[in-house]
């Protein structure tokens, strides 16, 4: 049991308006017409480090917009940044649960109040979203991440060994030996702020490398802690270059974990780098990554069309498909496919694609010029694919910024490589099945692609439901029945997938605070033993 106060189960935070008339709404319209262009520095210990090493952040979706200039440490810097938090390590993990969850709670109240606006701005404009998508993200989803885990690191406290009428035990549910590496995507403003704050409220030090591309509000995070008093050094804010950030965290004995979403080659190469050396390592470092999708929408033959063409519009279009847990496959039968088709047809030509400020607009450009042309790309082969029948979009442009229109394919190769690699933007792919190939097709989704992450099934049969549930048992880490795969919150769908997916600790849930912890157990005998003798 841990001694102190206890915090109560949060609610999850709860959307505001930002309507004309209302004071968040001239808030968010002064955030977003701010010109002036944000020095993100290296901070280390407390201390701000600017450099001649500097990257752009700009608009994706006004590419002449410049918002921010990021200041890339050096390789000494992040070195330096390794031995800060090492000295600061002991004292943080020596405070109560309570000090650390009082953190954790200010700089929730820091974000819902006063940098609510300024966050989602943020991030509206440096990751193209729009308000509808921001603020579930930069506002909610990160407020939850910070309660849930000062909330469920109590459970982990609690999960105490039995005692017995000649001896006492405990856990004690010591941080890790060393320091922890954060790196986080760009997809999820609020995925920063967890994998850095759920190995801090175990009692952790973490270094934090943020993704370039959502830097600007990772940094406006990074200020609500302070603010909200973590002491300097017990996370270090380094946006430095990925792959030398990475080189020195690796080469460093004192790494004790990694904490990681992105994409699933990266944390692949992370875990290829540190195995390669694990003899290095003062303690064998703790892997935690959360990876791709191709995640898939199954419907029955017994589903409602209109359903099932509402699930992919919102589950594959929403934020540009670029959630790894988007519908990027989706196997619909032959009865229902015109009318779905139809369907998604009449609503993507309502759907308006560009400036994210705009609150008619459902969809902003995709993040990089990288990504555009990958995605260009792809839709310009799949034109030419005598594979592949286009149903819907398949334009992109680059004027004002990187733009790819909502794009269904038809694929008639249920081992196209559009039903099995992922592609992160607005590309839905879907396989049309025999009515009576049912079983089949259960078979085919679940090994047609090597991610595992989430998955949807519309079905109003109830045996057929079931049937579908065990033979998909391992093809998704989250299963939506009768809803789109996207959309988990904190505290309802723990989120996490496996196979090339990642290691599914569940972000967000005492799972996943269990990964930074190492307990000791420690037995005190009320009278030891006086002679060696048994039963004496
Ligand atoms: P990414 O893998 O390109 O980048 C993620 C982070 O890794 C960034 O901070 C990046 O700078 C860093 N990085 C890139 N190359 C690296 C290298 N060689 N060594 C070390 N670090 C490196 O991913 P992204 O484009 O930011 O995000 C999209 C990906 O993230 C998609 O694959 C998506 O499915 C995945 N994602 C998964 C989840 C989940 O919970 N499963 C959530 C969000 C995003």
């Not at 049991?1 to 609610?11: D, E, H, V």
């Amino acid at each position: 049991m841990i001694s102190g106060p206890q915090f109560p189960l949060p609610a999850n935070e709860a959307e505001v308006q930002f309507g004309e008339g209302t004071e968040s709404g001239a808030a968010l319209r002064s955030a977003l017409e701010q010109r002036e262009v944000v020095e993100i520095p290296t901070v280390i210990g407390g201390k701000r480090y600017f450099s001649n090493e500097v990257t752009e952040v700009r608009a994706p979706h006004d590419t002449q917009r410049l918002l921010a200039r990021i200041h890339r440490p050096s390789e000494a810097q992040i070195k330096e940044a390794i031995s800060s938090s090492k000295g600061v390590a002991r004292e943080w993990a020596s405070l109560t649960h309570a000090s650390r969850a009082t953190i954790l709670h200010r700089a929730a109240d820091i974000v819902a109040t006063r940098l609510r606006a300024k966050i989602n701005a943020a991030t509206m404009l440096g990751q193209s979203k729009t308000l509808d998508q921001a603020e579930p993200d930069s506002a909610c989803e990160l407020i939850d991440f910070l309660r849930f885990n000062a909330y469920n690191a109590q459970r982990v406290y609690a999960e105490q060994p039995m005692s017995v009428a000649t001896a006492v035990n405990r856990a004690d549910w010591r941080p890790l030996e060393g320091f922890v590496y954060a790196v986080s995507p760009f997809n999820f403003t609020a995925i920063g702020a967890n994998l850095t704050t759920a190995p801090a409220i175990m009692g952790n030090t973490v270094l934090w490398k943020p993704s370039e591309k959502s830097a600007l509000a990772n940094y406006i995070f990074f200020e609500a802690l302070e603010e909200a008093g973590l002491p300097p050094g017990v996370i270090n804010f380094v946006p430095g270059d990925a792959e030398l950030t990475t080189r020195v965290a690796l080469s460093s004995p004192d790494l004790a974990g990694i904490h990681f979403t992105g994409s699933s080659a990266v944390f692949q190469s992370l875990w290829k780098g540190v195995a390669s050396k694990v003899d290095a390592f003062r303690t064998i470092p703790r892997l935690v990554g959360e990876t791709g999708g191709k995640d898939f929408v199954l419907a029955h033959p017994s589903a409602n069309a209109s359903e099932v063409a509402i699930a992919l519009v919102r589950g594959a279009f929403e934020y540009q498909g670029q959630k790894c847990s988007a519908a990027s496959r989706a196997y619909i039968p032959r009865s229902l496919w015109p009318a779905v088709s139809q369907q998604l047809r009449e609503r993507l030509a309502e759907l308006k694609v560009g400036d994210v400020a705009d609150s008619s607009t459902f969809m902003g450009a995709v993040i990089s010029q990288a990504s555009h042309q990958k995605l260009s790309r792809v839709i310009a082969a799949a034109k030419d694919d005598s594979a592949v029948k286009l149903v819907s979009g398949g334009k992109t442009w680059t004027e004002p910024g990187w733009f790819v229109e909502p794009t269904v394919f038809e694929v008639s190769d249920p081992q196209h490589a559009l039903l099995k690699e992922e592609l992160f933007g607005p590309v839905l792919s879907v396989f049309v099945y025999e009515d009576a190939q049912w079983d089949q097709t259960l078979e085919l989704i679940d090994a047609t692609s090597p991610y595992a992450l989430t998955g949807s099934i519309f079905c109003t049969d109830r045996f057929a439901l079931h049937q579908a549930e065990g033979v998909l048992v391992n093809a998704a880490g989250n299963l939506y029945l009768n809803d789109k795969p996207t959309g988990a919150m904190i505290g309802q769908q723990p989120f996490g997938g496996g196979r090339a997916s990642g290691t599914n600790d569940k972000a967000g849930s005492y799972l996943n605070l269990l990964r930074w912890a190492s307990p000791r157990v420690v037995k005190e005998t009320y009278l030891p033993a006086r002679d060696w003798k048994f039963g004496a």
